[in-house]
Every structure is written in C-alpha cells, then in structure tokens.
C-alpha cells in the first residue's frame, strides 16, 4: 500500500466562445500526438515507453512508473505512486512543467502540496488498521512489530504519535523534499531496506547492487555534504566491496551501529505449488526446471527443495515409499502432514536430507552447510509446509 497522487492540466485556450477566437484548444489527438514528441526530451534520463494509450515514465529504481495520458476531452493527466515520499511527486511535477508550458497547458488546481497529502494518506491508512506501509508484495519478513513501512518496524507508540501529529510520520517516507541529493538518498536507503542482504556478494548482482548503492551514497554527499546519511550500513557496504579503508573512515562518521535492513530478519517464501519455506532473508534463491525445483543459499549454506505431485491420498504411504539411507534425526506426523529427516557427512559437507508429505504433495529438502548447522537446516525443514 503506497501513498499515490493524480494531477490534471487543461488547454489554457478556450475550446469555442469569443475567447476561441484567439486560438482554439487542441484536440485529445492533437494534444497526445504533441506530448509523444514532448516527453522524451522533457523526461530526460528516465526511461519512457509511449503507447497508444499512455506514456510511462520510469524516474525512480523503487517506485512503479509514472503514467501520464490524454483524455477524450483533452485533459492531461499524470497518475503516480509516490512510495519514496512526496519529494517523488514534487519531482514528476516539476519535469511536467516544460510539456505544460509547450502544449499551453496549466495544472488544476494549481496549489497541490504533496506533503500534505502523504501525512493525509497515511493518517488515514493508520485510522483504517493498516499494517504495511509501502511494503514490497513479494517477500514477508518475520518482523515482531505492528507496523511495517519502507523504512523499517514502527511501534504503536509511533502510530499513536502520527494520529496525534500527521507531521510525526514524515520519517517513513525515504524522498520528503526536492533538494540536492535526496533523489540518491532515497534510492540508496531503500535498497538497503529492501534488497541488500548485508553479507559479501555471492554473485554479479548483488556486487552490482553494492555499488549502486555506494554510488548514490557518494552522490547524494557530494550534492550536500551536510545531509545526514547511513554511515554504519554505507562502511559495512564498503567492507563487503573490499574497500576495508574507506569502510573504517565511514564507520567513524557513525551514530550508531548497523540497524537499516529487512533482510536481517527470516522471511516466509512462497516457492510454489501451495509450498512456503521459512529462510534467513540474506538468503539469495531461484527457481529450476520449470519451477519445479527451488534453491537459495547465503554462501556458506544452500537449501534445495523438489516438489512432486503424486497420486498417492495417504502421505504416511508416501513416506514410507523412500526408506531412509542414512541415519533418520527427526520425524514427525502432524494431521496429514508426514515428515522425516535424515543427516550424513560427505566431502566436508553436512548434508541433511528429507520429505515432507502431504498427501498427494511432496516435498524433497536438502541442506548442506556444516555440522554446527544442523539446528537451524532442522527448523527450516519444519517451516516447510504445504497450504
């Protein structure tokens, strides 16, 4: 759930009347046709897609496109979701400004403060229960808190604080002002909340998100040196690059220790066929052969899960149709749920194997790490449950 704005513009001209005698107000297809022309140039940097429709406009990594379209009655409007904060809308507004001034065209009404309307929004949703502001919908974090915004875990001492004072809650909005720097800022403070798993990178990517990161960190600096910056998660960042100086001379810029990050907390996963799995959210995962198989690892460790379908009704039958190999360290029968593991050594691997069945579904698990992990490989074979 994202604070959202929408803003329309009409024709300065008069469409009929004496006032149409100076100049008529152009058509919907003649006000689309110039606004397909107007918007790359005018939405420079981002990146546009013009449709027969619509144009979209992608202007920033963590909010969905903005899009902006001719009605039949030649009214322009710019719809947006602005869950970086209302420094995104004032700033999709202010790159509408050339394309009004070229079209002839004037904002009704003219006087809208986005910030107003965030703390509006979200007084709102807070009224209404709402306990996710701003949240992806794709991952659910194990977080022990009533609410969850794009900034991290709120309190209720929080809420009762915004419903007293709107302005209470402008800390969850990551873009609060246009000013120099904050469009970086915010770019790089969400992808810490959301995407940096906060361990060395295990592949290209998420290198490449690290230095996406720093990059917009060194922007957003260099734009304000004065403006106030995650100095304990930018070092812990620079270290996971190898940059271990530059790691300590951020950390002696910090307040405080690291603390920014959702994916410190386990997240339930949803791997498909009515399967969830609990894992770290450090974890890095995929799917394979046709979604069939899913895996996820954080380096050290590497969980793997195969589902199969089966015709078989009992799943203390499907159990029992793959007798052990090795030692059996666990079992459990809970309903229709069946389950049973085993563990064994094999090339400095401590491999943990297992089935959980629910009739007609099974899943295979294997986890290999070390021995010292069997307790956790243990919790996250029993987090693995079929809806």
Not at 161 to 176: E, K
Not at 212 to 230: G, I
Not at 319 to 336: C, D, Q, R
Request: hydrophobic fraction near 40%.
């Amino acid at each position: 759930m994202e604070f959202s704005f929408e803003r329309r513009a009409r024709s300065r001209k008069a469409k009929a009347g004496l006032r149409s005698l100076f100049g008529k107000a152009p058509s919907a297809a003649e006000a689309k046709d110039r606004l397909d022309r107007l918007a790359a140039r005018a939405l420079k940097g981002a990146e546009v897609t013009v449709s027969a429709k619509r144009i979209t406009a992608e202007l920033h990594s963590f909010v969905p496109a903005l899009r902006i379209l001719i009605e039949p009655d030649g009214a322009l409007v710019v719809r947006g979701q602005a869950g970086a904060g209302p420094g995104y809308a004032d700033d999709a507004i202010a790159r509408m400004a050339p394309i009004l001034d070229e079209l002839d065209y004037a904002w009704e009404p003219d006087d809208f403060d986005p910030r107003a309307a965030a703390l509006a929004w979200l007084t709102e949703q807070l009224r209404g229960g709402a306990t996710e502001l701003g949240m992806p919908d794709d991952r659910a974090f194990r977080v022990d808190a009533p609410i969850l915004t794009a900034l991290g875990p709120r309190d209720a001492a929080w809420r009762d604080a915004v419903l007293a004072d709107p302005s209470a809650g402008r800390d969850i909005f990551a873009w609060w002002d246009r000013k120099p720097g904050h469009l970086e800022r915010s770019r790089a403070v969400l992808a810490m909340w959301h995407e940096v798993p906060w361990r060395e990178p295990v592949d290209k990517p998420e290198r490449a998100l690290m230095k996406r990161v720093d990059a917009d960190l060194r922007a957003a600096r260099k734009a304000d040196p004065e403006l106030a910056l995650p100095y304990a998660e930018w070092a812990d960042i620079a270290g996971y690059l190898g940059d271990d100086e530059r790691a300590e001379q951020l950390r002696e810029r910090a307040t405080g220790p690291s603390k920014i990050g959702y994916r410190r907390y386990d997240m339930d996963v949803e791997i498909g066929g009515g399967w969830t799995i609990t894992l770290p959210g450090r974890f890095v995962s995929s799917w394979e052969d046709d979604g069939e198989r899913y895996w996820a690892t954080d380096g050290p460790r590497m969980v793997e899960v195969t589902k199969l379908e089966t015709t078989e009704q009992d799943s203390a039958k499907l159990i029992e149709i793959a007798p052990p190999n090795h030692p059996v360290i666990a079992a459990t029968a809970e309903g229709t749920r069946h389950a049973r593991i085993e563990a064994h050594d094999e090339d400095h691997l401590h491999i943990v194997h297992g089935l959980v069945a629910v009739a007609p579904h099974v899943a295979i698990f294997t986890c290999k790490a070390t021995a010292a992990d069997e307790p956790w490989a243990l919790d996250t074979w029993r987090s693995l449950r079929h809806a």
